[in-house]
């Protein structure tokens, strides 16, 4: 998923002693923004946002004490990224007739997304699993769902939500998701994984490229579970209740 989040020029305000600066402050090093700054349940369901974000500028140049004054839409995890991105950048010192002074920056922080979040999948092309495949795609399974990681908090970024949003949200997953997450869904798709990769047993270590395997296990889920239609459907039961920000054109 392609993510753009960029930071505007900021706007000079007057000092925090409320005497005017001649020189504004501007962007020496402006934020680099990264797909890994999008709130991870937004990013999911495809989800924009924008926050308004004011610092005061050091005389060194550094934003500093940034606060979220507005943001939509709420409770998503915006406005913590959005003030870390900005307090990453470095500006040029603001002046006034006496020289360097500190200063303020009011910025808009958007959060867009490129593409369609819900992309069709392929279907799976791979060989089908020997019996050694489907027994390791079970013992994978078996220690996957004991797994925390495994929960609908940590892989949907729920964490941080107010407590009556995550609990709404965490029911629709569990009720959508649930053959997602299901002991045949997850061994029959780590069979076939390990098929195409030649493979009879699993590493006994997580192996480097293991994005690369969890990227395959998706595809390996075709004909077992629609991951797309599920998604879909909890995109709109959410946006039905709760604020999904500017709107995008979905497929």
Request: glycine share 6%; hydrophobic share 35%.
């Amino acid at each position: 998923m392609a993510v753009g989040i960029t930071p505007q020029t900021p706007a000079s305000a007057p000092a925090p002693d409320g005497s005017e600066t001649t020189t504004p402050p501007a962007w020496t090093e402006r934020p680099a923004p990264t797909p890994d700054d999008y709130p991870q349940f937004a990013s999911i369901l495809g989800i924009t946002g924008e926050v308004r974000v004011e610092c005061r500028v050091s005389i060194e140049g550094r934003p500093v004490d940034c606060q979220a004054v507005s943001s939509r839409p709420a409770g998503l995890g915006f406005d913590p990224i959005a003030t870390a991105i900005v307090e990453r950048g470095r500006l040029s010192t603001a002046r006034d007739k006496n020289g360097p002074v500190e200063s303020s920056i009011s910025l808009r922080v958007p959060f867009s997304i490129s593409s369609s979040p819900f992309p069709e999948a392929p279907s799976w092309d791979g060989p089908e699993p020997s019996p050694a495949q489907r027994a390791a795609g079970e013992k994978y399974a078996r220690r996957a769902l004991l797994d925390p990681a495994f929960s609908s908090e940590a892989r949907w970024g729920l964490q941080d939500m107010p407590t009556e949003m995550r609990d709404t949200v965490r029911s629709w997953i569990d009720e959508l998701f649930r053959d997602d997450m299901s002991f045949r869904t997850l061994s029959l798709a780590m069979a076939r994984v390990l098929a195409r990769r030649g493979l009879d047993s699993l590493p006994l270590e997580k192996p480097e490229d293991w994005s690369d395997w969890v990227v395959e296990l998706r595809s390996a889920k075709s004909g077992y579970f629609d991951a797309r239609s599920a998604n879909i459907e909890l995109r709109r039961r959410y946006c039905a209740r709760y604020d999904c920000g500017p709107s995008i054109d979905l497929p």
